[in-house]
Nanobody
């Protein structure tokens, strides 16, 4: 059973920083893409940032220049450094990973349980 566990959320003031971490546990052969998504109350879940196994990144326009995604493949962990936070960044942040349990397994999409980020003005 593969699980993704997020940590690092909290309440901060506008302009401050937070770093989210997402660690995968359980038997996994490899992860392909990993990423972060967020969902504000009453809104759909949107992509924030993604990173491939080779380190290529992609960001939502709203966070470019402020957020940085990174990963540690040896630890099966993905991070999201969030700087210059704004009230509109307030949301539940979800970790996402696409992986194979065995080399011959199909790709499975995994989600974390979410961590709340609240930015006050």
């Amino acid at each position: 059973q593969v699980q993704l566990v997020e940590s690092g959320g909290g309440l901060v003031q506008a302009g401050e920083s937070l770093r989210l971490s997402c660690a995968a546990s359980g038997r996994i052969f490899s992860f392909n893409n990993m990423g972060w998504y967020r969902q504000a109350p009453g809104k759909q879940r949107d992509m924030v940032a993604t990173i491939t196994s080779s380190g290529s990144t992609n960001y939502a326009d709203s966070v470019k220049g402020r957020f940085t995604i990174s990963r540690d493949n040896a630890k099966n962990t993905v991070y999201l450094q969030m700087n210059s936070l704004k009230p509109e960044d307030t949301a539940v942040y979800y970790c996402n990973a696409a992986g194979r349990r065995l080399s011959v397994s199909p790709i499975t999409i995994y989600w974390g349980q979410g961590t709340q980020v609240t930015v006050s003005s």
